[in-house]
C-alpha cells in the first residue's frame, strides 16, 4: 500500500499562492495516474488536476490557467500543485492520490477524476481563501 503525505496547505487572501506537495513511496506509480482532488465542507470530493505517467495532464475546468500540476525527484515521487491567483472557492481539503488506473482512447493514454478510480490517498491539507 503506497504512503502519501501531503503538505503546504494554509490560509491566503484572494489572489495568493499555495504550492502543495506530497511524498510518495516508490511504488505510487504502478497503475500510472496520481493526482489532487478536494473537498469543500459539504460538498462532494472532485479532482482538481491529474497527471499520467508518460505525460497526459488535465485540469478541472475552473483551475486552468492557475494550477500547475508537476512531478519532482528522479524517481516522480513528489508531486507538486502549484496554485496561483487563488479564489474562494478553492478553498477545502486538497487530497493527494495515487495508484490510478490508466485508460485509453484512440492509442493515447489518460487518466480520469474518477474517484474510485485511485487506490491511494492521502490524510488531506487544508486550503483557505479568503
Known amino acids: 500500500h503506497v504512503q502519501l503525505v501531503e503538505s503546504g496547505g494554509g490560509s491566503v487572501q484572494t489572489g495568493g499562492s499555495l504550492n502543495l506537495s506530497c511524498i510518495a513511496s516508490r511504488d505510487a506509480w504502478s497503475q500510472n495516474c496520481m493526482g489532487w482532488f478536494r473537498q469543500a465542507p459539504g460538498e462532494e470530493r472532485e479532482g482538481v488536476a491529474v497527471?499520467?505517467?508518460?505525460?497526459?495532464?488535465?485540469y478541472i475546468n475552473s483551475v486552468k490557467g492557475r494550477f500547475t500540476i508537476s512531478t519532482e525527484d528522479s524517481d516522480r515521487t513528489t508531486l507538486i500543485l502549484q496554485m496561483n491567483s487563488l479564489k474562494p472557492e478553492d478553498s477545502g481539503t486538497y487530497y493527494c492520490a495515487a495508484h490510478g488506473e490508466r485508460r485509453s482512447y484512440a492509442g493515447e493514454y489518460y487518466c480520469t477524476f474518477m474517484i474510485r478510480h485511485y487506490g491511494s490517498w492521502g490524510q488531506g491539507t487544508q486550503v483557505t481563501v479568503s
Open positions: 497527471v499520467e505517467r508518460d505525460g497526459y495532464i488535465n
